[in-house]
């Protein structure tokens, strides 16, 4: 009995299409490219219910005749290549002729298009592959593609769909790229009606301001720099101005938008210690190599490439950042009491420990307030016996980090900031509800277009910590009150790290997932830092408070709050035994 069987042409389309066609975002990102590539200076992107409802993309391009509207839907039909040779030396955003063909076998699709020489545009509709219907009609030059129900003929597909604001922030990043990589461009973006990210066709500095609004763009310096393998040109942040990821660096090779671990490492190498380890900049660079250099045909979705020079490469890009450095002033603006001269450390268990530079030392009286703050909050479930707490003595303080403790059988050596983490943690996830402290002046936080769209949804939660945050212009939010718990606050980057972190997720899951992640969040921004000296009194506060908790030997991330030694430990590590 025959058991292979050759697939139907529909069966293979949708295939192909789920290699091509990952989520909305993907064709957003197909169409904008192609959008760009028939030379469009206008781009508007609409969505509803984060593209999964609907997706319409309106650009001011050359448009298409009837003919080749005709043949666009048909796989492998383009007009950006005609031979094999062609892909070597390709600049064109699209070139397989995959991306409508992988639309059009998922989604219901519609496109209105003219040609500045036509009469009249062409209208297609196009349901699941099958063409339904093709005509004239009245349109302005350019074209319109509307894409509704997207995988609605793959179910399954359907249901590993996010949330909508899950699925927004993923069509945000897509515009936001090439919004920043092809900036003589116009973007606009609308979401259920609203919009969401304008960035209008300027100077590369001037969409910057768009994207990450006029506090990021004062702190960016200029890169141009030329080597034997690469023009390096964009701009990096000064080193004040950082993130808790990568999600903020955006590179390109000869205009296309790529990801690459590569070039990031060198983006950080060309820091080298002016950043700490654990924090980001920001970066927008824009690398031009010759086209016989890149192979752009290596991934379905074209956001991965191979470079000949890979190493070369990269070495350009160090240099490069490194000499945008050298006649840079790159002391921050500070407001009293400095909060930017902080400097971050980071485990692969555990988000950036705040370390603070030696001339910036955290007072004591700061460290006390801290201590108090939290043993104000005394939870009694949390108490353990008194002959359940081991009796120690404290010794002194290492590092201004590592408190370090006499037991009855040996020695503990305490990690401050993980302790006081782990305790202002369960403290707040105990209490949830946190009185807040109003702020004399409020603190205006720029976010990013996609750490915008989970902002609204996000709200009500940060609201049941205590935040009271609202709106304040286009992409600006004002933080009125925060936590009573995080005593003076006045850097805006405990929000930016909260929308970081839901966005690692994924997706507002839960209460509990929410609530968990701010939670984390606060505890890390509210305790005692790295780099804080501490009395003994206030290190004795530290120990009795960690140990009242129900977990004190590891910090809400996993990190361990304390590494001990018995005397047959230490014997041992003194080769006694």
């Known amino acids: 009995m025959q058991k292979i069987h050759i697939l139907d042409e529909?069966?293979?389309?949708?295939?192909?299409?789920?290699?091509?066609?990952e989520r909305p975002a993907s064709v957003v990102k197909e169409l904008i490219e192609n959008s760009i590539d028939a030379e469009a200076s206008d781009i508007r992107i609409e969505v509803i219910q984060?593209?999964?409802?609907?997706?319409?993309?309106?650009?001011?391009?050359?448009?298409?005749?009837?003919?080749?509207?005709?043949?666009?839907?048909?796989k492998h039909s383009t007009s950006k290549i005609s031979r094999s040779e062609d892909i070597e030396n390709v600049v064109t955003m699209g070139f397989r002729g995959e991306a409508l063909s992988s639309i059009t076998a998922v989604a219901k699709v519609e496109i209105i298009t003219k040609t500045k020489d036509d009469m009249a545009g062409t209208k297609i509709t196009v349901h699941g592959g099958k063409l339904e219907s093709i005509s004239e009609t009245g349109a302005a030059d350019g074209t319109?593609?509307?894409?509704?129900?997207?995988?609605?003929?793959?179910?399954?597909?359907?249901?590993?769909?996010?949330?909508?604001?899950?699925?927004?922030?993923?069509?945000?990043d897509v515009v936001t790229k090439n919004a920043l990589g092809h900036n003589d461009v116009s973007f606009t973006l609308l979401h259920n009606g609203n919009e969401i990210l304008r960035s209008p066709a300027s100077e590369l500095r001037d969409t910057i301001i768009h994207i990450y609004g006029q506090e990021v763009a004062r702190a960016m310096v200029a890169v141009d720099f030329d080597s034997r393998f690469a023009k390096v040109t964009g701009f990096v942040s000064k080193p004040a101005v950082t993130r808790g990821g990568?999600?903020?660096?955006?590179?390109?090779?000869?205009?296309?938008?790529?990801?690459?671990?590569?070039?990031?490492?060198?983006?950080?190498?060309?820091?080298?210690?002016?950043?700490?380890?654990?924090?980001?900049?920001?970066?927008?660079?824009?690398?031009?190599?010759?086209?016989?250099?890149?192979?752009?045909?290596?991934?379905?979705?074209?956001?991965?490439?191979?470079?000949?020079?890979?190493?070369?490469?990269?070495?350009?890009?160090?240099?490069?950042?490194?000499?945008?450095?050298?006649?840079?002033?790159?002391?921050?603006?500070?407001?009293?009491?400095?909060?930017q001269s902080l400097l971050y450390e980071?485990?692969?268990?555990?988000?950036?420990?705040?370390?603070e530079e030696p001339v910036f030392k955290y007072p004591v009286k700061d460290t006390e307030r801290r201590l108090r703050q939290t043993e104000r909050y005394v939870i009694d479930e949390l108490k353990i016996k008194s002959d359940e707490a081991p009796q120690v003595k404290i010794l002194g303080q290492v590092g201004s980090l590592y408190v370090v403790a006499k037991t009855t059988d040996?020695?503990?050596?305490?990690?401050?900031?993980?302790?006081?983490?782990?305790?202002?943690?369960?403290?707040?996830?105990?209490?949830?509800?946190?009185?807040?402290?109003?702020?004399?002046?409020?603190?205006?936080?720029?976010?990013?277009?996609?750490?915008?769209?989970l902002m609204k949804e996000s709200i009500p939660y940060l609201e049941e910590f205590g935040f009271r945050i609202s709106g304040f212009g286009q992409?600006?939010?004002?933080?009125?009150?925060?936590?009573?718990?995080?005593?003076?606050?006045?850097?805006?980057?405990?929000?930016?790290?909260?929308?970081?972190?839901?966005?690692?997720?994924?997706?507002?899951?839960?209460?509990?997932?929410?609530?968990?992640?701010?939670?984390?969040?606060?505890?890390?921004?509210?305790?005692?830092?790295?780099?804080?000296?501490?009395?003994s009194d206030q290190m004795e506060s530290l120990i009795k408070q960690l140990f009242k908790t129900e977990n004190p030997y590891t910090c809400p991330h996993g990190r361990p709050t304390m590494i001990s030694f018995n005397?047959?430990?230490l014997d041992k590590l003194f080769k006694r035994s």
């Open 246 to 339: 990568i999600d903020s660096q955006s590179f390109y090779i000869n205009n296309r938008s790529v990801g690459s671990r590569a070039l990031s490492f060198a983006l950080r190498d060309g820091y080298g210690t002016l950043i700490p380890k654990g924090r980001f900049p920001v970066a927008v660079l824009k690398i031009f190599i010759a086209t016989g250099e890149v192979d752009v045909n290596v991934h379905p979705t074209k956001n991965q490439v191979r470079l000949s020079h890979e190493r070369e490469v990269s070495n350009a890009m160090s240099e490069a950042v490194k000499r945008a450095f050298s006649d840079e002033n790159l002391a921050p603006a500070v407001k009293i009491p400095v909060k």
């Open 475 to 535: 992409d600006t939010f004002a933080v009125t009150a925060v936590p009573n718990i995080l005593g003076k606050l006045e850097d805006p980057g405990l929000v930016h790290d909260i929308m970081a972190d839901i966005l690692s997720e994924g997706k507002i899951k839960d209460d509990t997932g929410i609530f968990e992640r701010i939670t984390r969040s606060i505890a890390c921004r509210g305790a005692i830092k790295a780099g804080a000296d501490c009395s």
């Open 346 to 355: 980071q485990t692969p268990q555990s988000p950036a420990i705040i370390r």
């Open 50 to 74: 984060g593209g999964k409802k609907l997706i319409r993309i309106i650009d001011n391009g050359c448009g298409m005749s009837k003919e080749d509207a005709a043949l666009s839907f048909v």
């Open 410 to 453: 040996g020695l503990v050596i305490i990690d401050q900031h993980a302790a006081h983490e782990r305790v202002l943690f369960e403290q707040v996830r105990e209490s949830k509800r946190s009185d807040s402290q109003e702020l004399i002046v409020p603190i205006n936080i720029e976010l990013e277009p996609r750490e915008k769209a």
């Open 567 to 569: 005397r047959q430990e």
């Open 10 to 21: 529909a069966t293979i389309n949708k295939i192909a299409a789920g290699e091509v066609i």
């Open 144 to 172: 319109m593609i509307m894409v509704e129900d997207l995988f609605y003929n793959t179910p399954a597909r359907k249901k590993y769909l996010k949330s909508d604001t899950t699925e927004l922030a993923h069509i945000t």
